[in-house]
């Protein structure tokens, strides 16, 4: 079964860090790329990050740009997410998801985890 | 970046009902674009991509259309567990963007 599980949410103060995994399983996770996105309380979806298959290639939204790092395992299928100097407004659930043939048309995010939420108060 | 307009965000329908859920994108994304459920509490999932492909599994009543700037996602006849709210994803460019979300609620 095709599954990503994340961990490492939690309570963090204002200017604090937290990094975030994504384990995957069911499918060959090094030949994916993969996505970050998340949804602030009764809130709509952001994208945050994107990463390659390989981690040459990677993109991130605006509102985290120089705070959060993405980076991935590929021989503990695991997908990272390091995120630091923390805003009230990073406060969401967090979804890694799959990303199926990027750069072509048939691009989309074809699975998601079921997320994990950080909380950004002091 | 690339806006993606939904409309209407709120829609309230009934069981066996027809709904067309519309995105408009502020310019041209080819057919690079995705649709997504999601209920409350739960991740979002793939129904449609490249604008017109349903999604394995997805049911036929749910369809796509549309190029260019304008889109559609189309229930055929509405059923309880459609209710929940939906959102288009656009995959042209980065940023990719989203939709402001249409909440389907029973009438």
Redesign the interface.
């Known amino acids: 079964e095709v599954q990503l599980v994340e961990s490492g949410g939690g309570l963090v103060q204002p200017g604090g860090s937290l990094r975030l995994s994504c384990v995957v399983s069911g499918f060959t996770f090094s030949s994916y790329s993969m996505?970050w996105a998340r949804q602030a309380p009764g809130k709509?979806?952001?994208?945050i990050s994107?990463i390659s298959s390989s981690s040459r290639t990677i993109?991130y939204?605006?509102s985290v740009k120089g705070r959060f790092t993405i980076s991935r395992d590929n021989v503990k299928n695991s997908l990272y997410l390091q995120m630091s100097s923390l805003r009230d407004e990073d406060t969401a659930v967090y979804?890694c998801a799959r990303d199926?043939s990027p750069g072509t048309?048939?691009?989309?995010?074809?699975?998601?985890?079921?997320?994990t939420k950080v909380t950004v108060s002091s | 970046d690339i806006q993606l307009t939904q409309s209407p965000s709120f829609l309230s329908a009934s069981v066996g009902d027809r709904v067309t859920i519309t995105c408009r994108a502020s310019q041209g994304i080819?057919?690079?674009l995705?649709w997504?459920q999601?209920k409350p509490g739960?991740?979002?999932?793939?129904l449609i991509?490249?604008a017109s492909?349903l999604?394995s599994g997805v049911p036929s009543r749910f369809s796509g259309s549309g190029s260019g700037t304008e889109f559609t996602l189309t229930i055929s006849s509405l059923q309880p567990e459609d209710f929940a709210t939906y959102?288009c994803?656009q995959?042209n460019s980065?940023?990719?963007?989203?939709?402001?979300?249409t909440r389907l609620e029973i009438k």
């Open positions: 996505n709509g979806l952001e994208w994107y993109y939204a605006d979804y199926s048309v048939l691009e989309t995010f074809d699975i998601w985890g079921l997320g | 080819n057919s690079y995705s997504y999601q739960k991740a979002p999932k793939l991509y490249a492909t999604q959102y994803q995959l980065y940023p990719i963007t989203f939709g402001q979300g």
